[in-house]
């Protein structure tokens, strides 16, 4: 890709090289390999602005792991498994909805809101918060999220259910085979991985 090289004076072919690059982010220092445009021929760096937002993604994927905040795809799928729009959403949580809306596309929320978002992927404490805010939504939002939120109870409790089931089939064969749950369990999962 040919673009326009300021040291050069014209536009130049150009690659694109990996290197480490600290950003500070909240004030912590975020190492990350950069990809970078750079011309050809006198090793200019460039702006790529496709490349820069790469960049910074990772940079915010790091900062995001390295103190357990939800990623934007965790925060989407929390807001759509209660069938809320961003709208109804925000309301809910007390926030505006364009906040939704950036921590969906890559804005980095607040380490408290985060918490309080991977809470509320336990329909139980949905509940609970729309037990505290339910006059901030229509009285359709309002029966929509309460049904998805049954739904949602209903399924973790066949899930628990199941659960149940197969851990009493694995410590009844265990005991056949003279060997603790655990130790059985840990020896299955052995031959799986």
Request: glycine content about 6%; charged content about 40%; overall charge negative.
């Amino acid at each position: 890709m040919k673009k326009f090289c300021p040291v050069c004076g014209i536009e130049q072919e150009t690659e694109i090289i990996e290197k480490e690059e600290a950003s500070n982010v909240r004030g912590d220092e975020i190492k990350a390999l950069a990809r970078i445009r750079v011309c050809s021929v006198c090793g200019e760096e460039l702006f790529d602005e496709e490349l820069e937002e790469g960049n910074i993604k990772r940079v915010y994927d790091i900062y995001r792991e390295k103190h357990g905040i939800l990623s934007t795809k965790e925060i989407r799928n929390i807001r759509e498994n209660y069938g809320l729009s961003q709208r109804a959403f925000a309301k809910l949580l007390g926030i505006g909805e364009a906040s939704i809306a950036r921590y969906e596309t890559g804005a980095l929320p607040e380490k408290s809101l985060s918490n309080l978002l991977m809470l509320l992927k336990d329909p139980k404490n949905m509940e609970k918060l729309l037990e505290k805010n339910e006059d901030v939504l229509s009285q359709r939002e309002k029966a929509r999220l309460i049904r998805r939120i049954e739904e949602m109870k209903e399924e973790r409790e066949n899930t628990l259910k199941i659960s149940e089931e197969l851990y009493k089939l694995l410590e009844e064969k265990a005991k056949r085979e003279g060997k603790t749950t655990d130790k059985f369990v840990e020896e299955i999962l052995i031959k799986v991985i």
